[in-house]
């Protein structure tokens, strides 16, 4: 997949009342403006919902937990080989639950490396927005990527996600008679726990 860089908009030279609005406008467009990998999603006919880049400029994608198998696949085909990191984060209490997957294009970068070029590492963040009520659910990438597995397996002990299809969905960090999701912001802390006898 060749992909080139994005040009960002400059900001308009204007009369000394309108420049700040006109700043402003163009931040938004400039801050949802697609990136590559988002330009060659909407070619290949994947729905999804362009974010803004994050501190470091890093291409941020939101997908529909029904399709997160089917876009990981698609862009693994396309050089997307290595999964960094799955994690999730609380956006606050009563607010979403967010499942996170940072992507790396990493033999290209290794193979340009050996060949002496000094080639941009291509990346990219896919996010899944949850609600918290009930049971959040979304698919496994463990058939995927196999560095899932302990990934999601942490994201569940702490923020109560399940994955659906992971072949040991059982908490990670926490005892297992744990009561309760410890990232989450509106976890409240027992008082008391009682260490059961495992065996």
């Known amino acids: 997949m060749s992909e080139s860089s994005t040009s960002k908009p400059g900001d308009a030279s204007q009369s000394e009342d309108t420049t700040q609005a006109s700043n ?15 330009q060659w999603l909407q070619k290949q006919g994947f729905e999804h919902d362009v974010l803004e880049p994050d501190h470091l400029g ?28 799955q994690g999730g984060y609380d956006e606050g209490p009563g607010q979403r639950l967010v499942c996170f997957y940072h992507l790396l294009a990493m033999s290209e970068q290794v193979q340009a490396m050996v060949a002496g070029d000094n080639p941009t590492l291509r990346e990219v ?25 302990w990934q999601e397996r942490e994201t ?15 908490r990670l960090l926490m005892p297992e008679d744990w009561k309760g999701w410890p990232l989450r912001k509106d976890y409240i802390q027992p008082d008391f ?3 059961q006898d495992a065996y």
């Open 24 to 38: 402003a406008e163009t931040a938004v467009v400039a801050s949802q403006a697609s990136g590559p990998v988002s």
């Open 58 to 85: 890093v291409e941020q994608i939101g997908v529909e937990s029904v399709v997160l198998p089917i876009v990981v696949a698609a862009l693994k085909s396309t050089g997307f080989d290595y999964l960094q990191c």
């Open 125 to 149: 963040r896919l996010k899944v927005f949850l609600s918290r009520e009930g049971t959040p659910t979304l698919p496994s990438i463990y058939g995927l990527f196999r560095g899932a597995d």
């Open 156 to 170: 569940y002990d702490m923020y109560g996600i399940s994955f659906e299809g992971h072949p040991h969905p059982k």
């Open 193 to 195: 726990y009682e260490m």
